[in-house]
């Protein structure tokens, strides 16, 4: 299995595993089989990866005075969308999908914690060189 199909199926799963949580915490949210809560977290996902992005620049500044809290309305209207797309997964109110939203922020944050600790480094973006060969005359300034 190529790293990027098992990174992707990592977080499928536990985008699928908080939107499970939240339909037994948060009351009202709730699906009406096993297909639709799956594929109600693979577009989740999805909105997550190309939409999220986008309404995260747009309302920059909002979310800078919000101090992040923005955030958590930006994730609530993502859920509350997924529910009015999916037929078979129910978010009734917004106040749900805050909670919701919530509930699945946090589950994510812990499940990808116990897949790679906080520890563990991150390799670097963009790939780092290595240094440059160092000529005792002095450093050379690459360009």
């Known amino acids: ?4 199909l098992r990174a992707f199926l990592q977080r499928w799963i536990v985008t699928a595993l908080g939107v499970l949580a939240a ?3 948060v009351p009202g949210i709730a ?3 096993w297909a639709g809560l799956l594929i109600a977290s ?3 996902g999805a909105l997550n990866a190309f939409v999220r992005p986008v309404l995260l620049v747009v309302s920059l500044p909002l979310l800078l005075a919000s101090f992040g809290l923005l955030l958590l309305v930006i994730n609530a209207l993502l859920l509350y969308l997924v529910a ?3 037929h078979s997964f129910h978010v009734p109110t917004f106040g749900a999908a805050f909670w919701g939203g ?3 922020s946090i589950t994510s944050f812990l499940a990808h914690r116990l897949i790679r600790p906080l520890d563990t480094p991150r390799p670097p973006f963009p790939p780092s060189r290595p240094p440059p060969h160092q000529d005792p005359d ?3 300034i690459d360009v």
Not at 1 to 4: G, K, L, W, Y
Request: net charge negative.
């Open 1 to 4: 299995m190529s790293p990027s």
């Open 23 to 25: 339909t037994q915490i």
């Open 31 to 33: 699906f009406d089989h």
């Open 42 to 44: 693979l577009l989740l």
């Open 84 to 86: 009015a797309l999916i």
């Open 102 to 104: 919530l509930v699945i």
């Open 138 to 140: 002095g450093p050379i």
